[in-house]
């Protein structure tokens, strides 16, 4: 059962980076979504490989990568890891026109990767909005959340498992 103490807080309610030293090494994973929804049209020209800026899926797929390997400079007492894998996947789905992005993130270390995978997720959303925009100024970004995470001290968790 997770704690109700907020570790990044100190004893004077400070902010600070949490001290992993004495933990043990485990294998961690987590899985995080995002949904891009969009117009029909959009989705169309994504999947036919006519937005004028390039290849969307491969564009934010990378993009994602590159921002979990990043996360600890973008949010603030995140540490830096030692990433052994990063997937970013993408389901088109054509009614309603959306697209749901999947992020798994790997580590064997002393803290866990879902701020890499829910970062992975959220990048990759932004960077199809980027690339569409163009064409698509009504898409939203939505429902980022942790989808899994495994390893730890808090051990296994399932979204809507309770």
Same mark, same amino acid.
């Given at each position: 059962?997770?704690?109700?103490?907020?570790?990044?807080?100190?004893?004077? @309610? %400070?902010? *600070?980076?949490?001290?992993?030293?004495?933990?043990?090494?485990?294998? *961690?994973?987590?899985?995080? +979504?995002?949904?891009? *929804?969009?117009?029909?049209?959009?989705?169309?020209a994504i999947l036919d490989?006519?937005i004028l800026k390039g290849?969307?899926?491969?564009?934010?797929? $990378?993009? @994602?990568?590159? &921002?979990?390997? +990043?996360?600890?400079?973008? $949010?603030?007492?995140?540490?830096?890891?030692?990433?052994?894998?990063?997937?970013?996947?993408?389901?088109?789905?054509?009614?309603?026109?959306?697209?749901? $992005?999947?992020?798994?993130?790997?580590? %064997?270390?002393?803290?866990?990767?879902?701020?890499?995978?829910?970062?992975?997720?959220?990048? &990759?959303?932004?960077? $199809?909005?980027?690339?569409?925009?163009?064409?698509? +100024? %009504?898409?939203?970004?939505? @429902?980022? &959340?942790?989808?899994?995470?495994s390893g730890g001290k808090?051990?296994?968790? *399932? +979204? @809507? %498992?309770?």
């Amino acid at each position: 059962m997770a704690s109700s103490k907020l570790t990044h807080i100190n004893e004077k @309610g %400070e902010a *600070r980076m949490v001290d992993v030293t004495a933990k043990p090494v485990t294998s *961690r994973m987590a899985t995080a +979504r995002a949904v891009v *929804r969009m117009k029909p049209a959009t989705l169309a020209a994504i999947l036919d490989g006519d937005i004028l800026k390039g290849d969307v899926f491969s564009a934010a797929r $990378i993009a @994602g990568i590159m &921002a979990a390997k +990043r996360t600890h400079e973008l $949010i603030p007492l995140c540490h830096p890891l030692a990433i052994a894998s990063i997937v970013v996947n993408f389901a088109p789905q054509k009614e309603p026109a959306l697209v749901e $992005i999947e992020s798994t993130v790997k580590v %064997e270390g002393k803290t866990g990767v879902e701020m890499e995978a829910l970062t992975a997720a959220s990048i &990759a959303a932004l960077t $199809i909005y980027d690339m569409c925009k163009a064409i698509d +100024r %009504e898409m939203t970004i939505d @429902g980022v &959340a942790l989808v899994e995470k495994s390893g730890g001290k808090s051990g296994h968790f *399932r +979204r @809507g %498992e309770t």
